[in-house]
């Protein structure tokens, strides 16, 4: 008798017998599944696996299309095997840098030892799709990590070679797309021709890899300028190769030579500067002909804005300038009159849940000169209520933290000469190696995982299925401002994915493989587990990674 497994399909609300050893693509043929934008992946008893996983046991299945997270990463992985394959066919002895998300695409740094044209935009682009049209298997291979670093190192890839040796794996696998090799975090699609949609356009002194848009695949995301912010980002990857430590490979041999302590005092030493710069910046700007009388600070969720904000008022006062703290909080209208967002909920993301004209004529009455009673939010009745009395005194400077600081709608009335718009994020620059990029998003999901489970008693599951409405949020409210921006901070810390590790992992392993966020605490272990673990202790308590991690020396 044949065997044979049974599959439930989330998809279909269905279960079916299939042969022992079928591909995840043969059970989506065999339920008659017809996914719109075509599917790239599958749930696999809710954990994310490729195509041609063959199943021997009875499982339950949730194929993914790139409208979802999943989904869109798998795509992104394969189409950048698609432009390494381009690369190595077109330029013998070159390769490219995937460095960072930008722009609703991704920079790539092309290495072929001179400046990269436009022409090399519209000649790799070509081969690819000549790559994508013949639809080429993507091939897994498991094999000795020994051999699998031994295959590299012929390849002269450092970076995957020191990322294996620090594993502390026995099997490791790879892929190879024809003859081309490569090593890739993640599931692939089975065959190039999965990918129906991408552009590859000259970006700066690079490329830029664009991708479909996940509400609607058939275009793709729109180009925004983000010249800011990607000045920060090639800012600090360049400091990060000074000193070689561009990968986590290179990361994890730092430790292994007991580096770590000189990592976490250069770490905190740049960030210090940094905000040093800042604080001289605006000292300069208040004592010009227009003098700067309000700071404004806006970030995404657990980018460490708070502990920034205190930091940078130590360096303010160090300069002889007095900084008084002004909460969004406590402009919030009473709660009845907050606007609702789609499902009918309270929307207190939303600017408009600010009493803006109250607000713009305390700031108005303050900068005038005149004294106001500040008000105070009570989150108990959810009405606003008298606070203390505040005039502005000589050398001060107002202070304002919140997500809609560098929205020009929070502050019309006031001039663009006397506000400082600083916009702070966690963004990551170290690499996992060259073909594969940490999300920033990871480095603060992580972060908020920890403070919401250390301080608020929520849970992994809870933060993490709260996460893709705060990220709704970022999009619509801070991310279209931030190039507003007079300064852009990069609250990330080299080391601090090696510190998150061994506080974030028994958070994550309490997420039971049931829950529908399960694949994601699995793939955040996953990752860290490439990490090398450095321990807290030699953290200074004025570290802005204390505020998720506890031990902070600033009041909260």
């Known amino acids: 008798m044949k065997q044979v497994v049974q599959i439930y399909c989330k998809n279909s609300n269905s279960s079916k017998e299939f042969p022992v050893g079928s591909t995840l693509l043969e059970v989506y043929q065999g339920f008659n599944l017809s996914m719109p934008y075509g599917v790239v992946s599958a749930k696999v008893n809710n954990k994310v696996e490729g195509l041609k996983y063959r199943i021997y046991n009875n499982k339950d299945v949730e194929f993914l ?15 950048c095997f698609v432009l390494c394959k381009a690369v190595e066919d077109l330029y013998p002895g070159g390769d490219f840098v995937l460095e960072h998300p930008i722009s609703n695409g991704f920079y790539c740094r092309l290495l072929i030892d001179r400046e990269v044209g436009l022409d090399d935009a519209l000649r790799l682009k070509k081969r690819m799709q000549e790559i994508i049209a013949q639809d080429i298997p993507f ?20 970076d995957k070679v020191k990322l294996l040796e620090t594993s502390g794996k026995i099997y490791s696998y790879y892929y190879t797309l024809e003859d081309c090799v490569d090593y890739y975090y993640g599931s692939l699609v089975p065959s190039t021709g999965f990918l129906k949609n991408f552009d590859l356009v000259k970006y700066y002194d690079g490329l830029l890899l664009r991708i479909p848009k996940k509400s609607n695949p058939e275009e793709l995301e729109e180009v925004v300028k983000q010249k800011k912010m990607f000045d920060v980002l090639k800012e600090f990857r360049h400091l990060n190769q000074i000193v070689g430590l561009g990968t986590v490979g290179e990361f994890n041999v730092a430790c292994k030579n007991k580096w770590a302590s000189g990592m976490i005092q250069v770490s905190e030493a740049l960030q210090e500067k940094k905000i040093s710069n800042i604080a001289d910046e605006i000292y300069k700007r208040y004592h010009s002909e ?33 900084p008084f703290p002004v909460s969004l909080d406590n402009y919030f209208v009473d709660r009845e009159h907050t606007p609702r967002d789609e499902k009918g909920d309270y929307d207190f993301e939303s600017l408009y849940a600010l009493d803006l004209d109250y607000f713009n004529q305390q700031l108005n009455d303050l900068l005038a000169g005149e004294e106001v009673v500040l008000p105070r ?60 990029y940490i999300p920033t998003t990871d480095n603060r999901l992580l972060r908020r995982i920890i403070r919401d489970y250390k301080y608020r008693s929520y849970s992994a599951e809870e933060t993490i299925s709260r996460w893709p409405s705060v990220r709704a949020g970022e ?3 801070i991310y279209p401002y931030q190039e507003n921006a007079d300064a852009m901070f990069n609250s990330a810390l080299l080391f601090e994915l090696a510190v998150i590790k061994d506080v974030a992992e028994p958070i994550l392993r309490r997420v039971p493989e049931d829950n529908p966020v399960y694949s994601e605490a699995f793939r955040l272990l996953k990752f860290l587990d490439y990490i090398t673990s450095v321990p807290s202790r030699e953290i200074p308590p004025t570290s802005l990674l204390r505020e998720f991690l506890g031990g902070s020396s600033f009041k909260y």
């Open 290 to 322: 227009n003098p700067v009388r309000l700071v404004l600070i806006a970030g995404p969720s657990s980018s460490g804005k708070t502990t920034f904000s205190k930091r940078l008022s130590v360096q303010i006062i160090a300069n002889g300038l007095m």
């Open 65 to 79: 299309d790139i409208t979802c997270d999943s989904g869109m990463r798998t795509y992104v992985r394969s189409l």
């Open 139 to 158: 091939k897994r291979h498991q094999e000795h990590t020994s051999d699998v670093v031994k295959l590299f190192m012929e390849k002269g890839r450092e």
């Open 377 to 436: 939010f009570n989150f108990t009745t959810g009405k606003r209520e008298a606070g203390d009395k505040f005039k502005l005194g000589p050398n001060t400077i107002l202070l304002l933290e919140g997500i809609h600081a560098l929205n020009p709608d929070l502050t019309p009335h006031i001039p663009d000469a006397c506000k400082f718009k600083i916009f702070v994020s966690a963004m990551t620059t170290i690499l996992l190696d060259d073909h594969n």
């Open 475 to 477: 999009d619509k409210w």
